[in-house]
């Protein structure tokens, strides 16, 4: 009996003592809102309101992913910066069920506002019904396809992203050259869109670029391997080439690649959406000009002036103005009325890269 | 006094469970106070745990015959899939409500058939063909997840009649369903591995396979019976999943494979098998989802510390397990 009873109070104990470090740690983390770090440009309009005791929850899809750490210094300024109370949390893994577990206990803690970035939008939608019937105001980010949130919040149009791509594609290249577009799949829907995008800009406003005749568009599945073999292909196939649109986080480190292997600095340029982390070496080393993304800090930050908007029964419409630099003059979307669209594009080169590190 | 002490040495390993259920419990409500001891609170663990309690069940079985099953989340996606390809090609805005329901009864047996026909194929695998059970079910997890994703193509299927969602997300008495469904299996389970000869002889064969075989029993015939009942389980919870997130993809609760072994280690199962108990199992279940209910009603805990804890646990309990043993040895060898 008695070695029973110490070895009870020994798992016992160690479970105390995990979970209050664990306690510990929050506080921790909670007093330094008061100095969250400063990654989020705003304006006044972002932290007005007429209240402040709401309580805002984000679940995001994984809290182990870079990406999100980003996000969640957005949502701690928020925090910070006005004095209400939000948090960000998120499954240790990638797994819709796994979020959907953490969204049914968050929704159990007297939350206002719901803020989630969906692993999978149809797992979500149940729970995110339940959330809605005690009240709770839902916003989505990357998930329009729900059919229980308030409002969808996109960093941008699909469109005005590869025009963004253009634009900085041309401003390597010089104005002058031919180019050709890669996506993950011809059939994946937003990266042709982009991809559309970038080429309806150039025929607009760039005379002197040209899009490559034959392919017009390849595909890198997805994979770096494949992008930097196709890019390859494409380069020994057709030497006029001095540009790529890449479109998937994939294309662009891939081609950027090639550019290096084949010797092709300075003289064939890859502007595309690419993660800073995984592609610094090669845009610090020249062989890529610039990745294109939008910041996840700011689209945190700017979920939680929206939940507030709706909380104290503002309109969120055409035009509305979430107060940070991308989000201030928000765009409805032609198909979808709940779907808001931003600017929220960012183009990262060797000269800012290190700001970011995700 | 006398017949505490009494209670608590006829099953040392569950009492020990139910003091660390207690403890966790007091230390939930001594902490969170009114919104732990909410009804709402308790409905959403209610809601919570049944997908993967099922699983730990399923795996449960498998560990106490020595074995292993990791093709348990993929057995469950698997026979979701299916019901969620089928249903809206058979069920037309036209079906009468009565012949949905009939649809919809059909399409679960079906599914529930598949998961034991899955388990089939594990049981055959390692009793009939003899291939170790860590391998064979590893195997299989990725032809079953294989078939899942070729099905779908890798998206996820919804567009299911509401009636499946909607009966997934009811309550009854203030019960949710995915509670009652858990409530039953897990009887039963309790039933089977305790009370019935087959669990008798599930625990002789964990125990040894040579003695088992002397004791004139059909092995081949356990093992099938064994990772049938995973299979089953493995399904069960499938459509339990399938009505919570009213959808099926061939990754679902991906992550649930290494939580539902560590559960049913907690609960007691000894991993190289014949030993440990179902009702173990089930109040460790209770512990895990109380635990990570608890952690989430902190603003600033992040969800590694689940991870920590978890591990913490486990290490502890194997390691009393092992004292336990030698203790156990020391004595019967005086």
Known sequence: ???????????????????????????????????????????????????????????????????????????????????????????VSTDAAQQVQVIQDVINQDINALCVVPVDPAAVDPVLQEARNKGIVVITHEGSTCKNSDYDLEAFNNAGYGAFIMDKLQESMGGQGTYTTMVAHLTNASQNEWANGAVAEQEAKYPGLHLLDNPKRVESENNSEKAYQVAKEVLKSHPEVTGFVGTSSMDTPGIARAINELGLKGKVFVVGTGMPNECRSLIQDGSLSYITLWDPAEAGYAMCVMARMILEGKTIENGTNLGLKSYENLVVSKDNPHLFMGAGWIAINKDNVDKYNF | ??????????????????????????????????????????????????????????????????????????????????????????????????????????????????????????????????????????????????????????????????????????????????????????????????????????????????????????????????????????????????????????????????????????????????????????IAIFIVQMISSWLNMYEGISNFYRQIIWGVLLILVLIYNYVVSEREKKKASK
């Open chain 1, 1 to 91: 009996m008695k070695l029973k009873n110490k070895l009870v109070t020994a798992v016992l104990g160690a479970l105390l003592c995990v979970t209050v470090a664990g306690c510990g740690g929050g506080g921790e983390q909670a007093a330094s809102n008061d100095s969250a770090e400063h990654v989020v440009e705003t304006t006044d309009v972002a932290t007005q309101g007429a209240k402040k005791d709401w309580k805002i929850a984000v679940v995001v899809k994984d809290s182990s992913n870079g990406w999100f750490a980003r996000m969640e210094q957005g949502v701690k300024q928020y925090a910070a910066d006005t004095g209400i109370n939000a948090y960000q949390k998120g499954p």
């Open chain 2, 1 to 282: 006094m006398g017949a505490i002490q009494r209670v608590f040495n006829k099953d040392k390993n569950l009492s020990r469970l139910i003091v660390v259920f207690l403890a966790v419990f007091a230390v939930c409500a001594f902490m969170k106070g009114s919104l732990f001891l909410s009804v709402s609170n308790f409905q959403s663990i209610g809601k919570q745990f049944p997908e993967f309690g099922l699983l730990a069940i399923a795996m449960a079985f498998t560990l106490y015959t020595a074995g292993i099953d990791l093709s348990v989340v993929a057995v469950a996606n698997l026979s979701a899939v299916l019901v969620a390809k089928i249903l809206p090609a058979v069920i037309t805005p036209e079906t009468s409500p009565e012949m949905v329901l009939v649809i919809l009864f059909l399409a679960f047996i079906g599914a529930l058939l598949f998961g034991t026909l899955c388990g089939a194929i594990n049981g055959f695998l390692i009793g009939w063909v003899g291939i170790t059970p860590i391998l064979a079910t590893l195997g299989t997890q990725a032809l079953f997840t294989g078939c899942a994703i070729v099905l779908t193509n890798g998206s996820t299927l919804g567009g299911l009649p509401k009636e499946v969602a909607n009966g997934m997300g009811a309550n009854v008495l203030g019960l949710p369903v995915p509670f009652i469904i858990f409530a039953v299996f897990a009887l039963l389970s309790v039933f089977v591995m305790e009370k019935s000869t087959l669990g008798y002889k599930l625990r002789m064969l964990g125990t040894s396979v040579k003695a088992s075989t002397f004791s004139g029993f059909n092995n081949v015939r356990l093992f099938l019976a064994n990772y049938m009942i995973s299979g089953f389980l493995s399904a069960v919870a499938g459509l339990v999943m399938l009505g919570r997130f009213n959808s099926a993809k061939a990754d679902y609760g991906a992550s649930y494979v290494m939580e539902v072994i560590l559960i049913a280690v907690l609960g007691g199962v000894d991993p190289y098998g014949g030993k440990g108990n179902m009702k173990g199992v089930i």
